[in-house]
């Protein structure tokens, strides 16, 4: 687990530094295509991705990897093989470093957490909707029945971004995640109950 740990985070390196040199040729483009004379063309290409990757590299662990959505995703998939509960915030399994504490407070409260209940509904999610905005997620007939009359702030506790239904999305693969987790604790409950029937028993 160690080891593909390691390797996802190299994955999102990677990724992190195609999309710099991504963003940094669209840019030049954009800037030939209104007329601009560029001259050293390499070396202007080169000093504009220089900087963006040297801030990613000097970032902490928690700022490259904290709110990144895949890697949660493939933490929340290893924690729910062992674990019936929730996984825990994503911070407790990266190591605080110099530089973290003007960043704690937003990483803690991105959102990214999943423990598959609706905030509204307060029960495991059906058919979850997930925001593009705030990237929090809500059962789909709760959350279009608070939106119905236009924007409101986002239910999910501490989230101030007002969303409306057109900022909403299906999220198929957390609701395979909501499913497992039901079905999961479906099962524990009956097993406690069992338990309960053998003692009295």
């Not at 019936?84 to 110099?98: G, K, Q, S, V």
Request: with cysteine; proline share 4%.
């Amino acid at each position: 687990l160690a080891e593909l740990d390691n390797t996802m985070r190299e994955v999102i390196d990677i990724d992190t530094e195609m999309k710099a040199n991504e963003k940094a040729l669209s840019e030049l483009h954009q800037r030939v295509a209104r007329g601009e004379e560029i001259t050293e063309l390499v070396e202007v290409y080169e000093k504009s991705i220089k900087g963006v990757l040297n801030t990613y590299r000097n970032s902490t662990t928690r700022q490259k990897y904290g709110k990144h959505e895949e890697y949660v995703k493939y933490k929340e998939a290893v924690w729910e093989v062992d674990h019936e509960e929730a996984m825990p915030p994503i911070n407790d399994f990266l190591p605080a470093e110099e530089g973290d504490d003007s960043d704690d407070e937003d990483l803690q409260m991105g959102g990214v957490t999943q423990d598959y209940k609706c905030p509204l509904t307060l029960t495991i999610m059906k058919d979850p909707l997930t925001s593009k905005l705030c990237h929090h997620s809500y059962s789909a007939d709760a959350i279009r029945e608070y939106l119905a009359r236009g924007p409101k702030a986002c239910p999910a506790a501490g989230c101030t971004v007002r969303i409306t239904v057109g900022d909403l999305e299906p999220d198929p693969a957390l609701a395979k995640r909501a499913k497992r987790f039901a079905e999961r604790a479906a099962r524990h409950e009956s097993d406690s109950e069992d338990d309960a029937d053998e003692i009295v028993d």
